[in-house]
């Protein structure tokens, strides 16, 4: 199975452009840190820490509908919806599934999965 690094997605309500235009269907790639750290340096974001999400999802939101490009006032525009649909989004394929090893349990013997905590890890 190939890694997957882009999602398709379809906007519950879509983007209206300044023509009229509704698009709703785009793609999303997966965060690297740089986009989670260099928008941190972005005075909108330091005035604002609302603003991250508009930086995040500009980085990250690759296509939307027949848009040449997607940035941040594009994502400015979005009716709430489905600027919300789309932080979902990020955040379900960004985040990590708990990881778990298989040990024996001490008091009894029988092989369990236990969740790896990365941080107590070394504690």
Known sequence: MAFQTE???EL??????????LHKEGTMRLAN??????PLKDPRVQQNPGYLTIILLARVVTKLGALPAVDTKTIEKL???DLAF?????QRINTMETPYYQSICPHCGKEISVPVNFMEAGQ
């Open 86 to 90: 789309l932080q979902d989004l990020y």
């Open 33 to 38: 840190a740089g986009d989670e750290i260099l």
């Open 12 to 21: 519950p309500r879509g983007y209206l452009d300044d023509s009229g235009t």
């Open 7 to 9: 999602y398709h997605f």
């Open 79 to 81: 009716f709430t919806m």
